[in-house]
């Protein structure tokens, strides 16, 4: 008797790891981020996610009735429009118009995933490309960061007019950014590290507390949900690059370990760089693929204009994924063909 075979896009996940359950160990993950956020920015950092969650859900909804599928919320039990909205509102400043935050939901899964045909068949990062489109629509938006509750206990709000209702303080990226070019004072970022890894500085939902985010990516190795492979070249490349420029000039580059607990670098080694449809599948793709992610973010952090580069270069690295799964071909179940 003939056995089915089922043909599916990726992600292909063996033995007991559905799709539900990665995306279900991937919320558990960010849980510890989330609730930081809401310490240091309040009720208004949980509302942002849950517009974003909400929004994302809707939009792939709305994407199957559109497209006819039989079942219209069948799609929607994967949970992986959550995980999309959760990272792409962990990816924003706390500040953000909930209509802005609404229109980036929307633009991340119906442009970022269901144009190519939903889950596994997209070729970009949903939540980067959502947030692509924000800094490309709302600049002034995503660059103004408020401080935390914990510092300025008014709410940190953006009007819509875009005017600033909260005082508003510089990141240790851009800080950094501004000690490349005077050539000095990068030694008052260096002092900023306890408050990276604690949370206690400005920047995105998810990328002022390198602890929760630590313990979220430790949850996911230990689950199995990822592997350690693109969180570990992501780091140490990131941590090379860093510190070539640290060790021409203190003075002008800050420490590495400053650049690996600041801005989005946990957020993407952990939840970002390790989504399983977007990544390679070999080992050694994976590598090359950390290799490439960590040193573009260095590159465009300490060469470029812009103080944060990891948006830019899951993007880029997305866009050659295909390029390296073909160089580094899965070797088939019983050996190398012949050829």
Known sequence: MLREIRVSCSPHISGPFSTRRVMFDV???????????????????????????????VTEWLC????????????????????????????????LPFWAAIIGSSFAIAIGKMVFGGLGSNIFNPAMAGRAFLSACFGMLMTTWAVPATIDTKMPQIAADNTV????????????????????????????????????VGGCLGETS???????????LIRKTINVHIPLVVSISAFVFAS???LINSEAYISPLVHLTSGGMLLCVFFIATDPVTAPLTTKGMWIFGVGVGGIIMLIRIVGEYPEGVMYAILLMNAVTPLIDRFCRLTPSGGKPNV
């Open 27 to 57: 919320i558990i993950g960010l849980v510890p981020a989330m609730a930081m956020a809401g310490y240091y920015f309040r009720i208004r950092a949980l509302v942002l996610i849950f517009t974003c969650v909400v929004s994302a859900v």
């Open 64 to 95: 199957n009735v559109i497209g006819k599928k039989a079942k219209p919320l069948e799609s929607l039990g994967d949970l992986s429009a959550v995980v999309t909205g959760i990272i792409l509102a962990m990816s924003v400043p706390p500040g």
């Open 165 to 200: 209702n909260a005082r508003t303080q510089a990141t240790p990226l851009a800080w950094s950014k501004n000690a490349i070019k005077t050539k000095t004072a990068a030694r008052v970022v260096n002092r900023q590290l306890e408050d990276t890894f604690t949370g206690e």
């Open 210 to 220: 390198a602890m929760a985010l630590l313990i979220g990516g430790i949850y996911l």
């Open 244 to 246: 070539v420029g640290y």
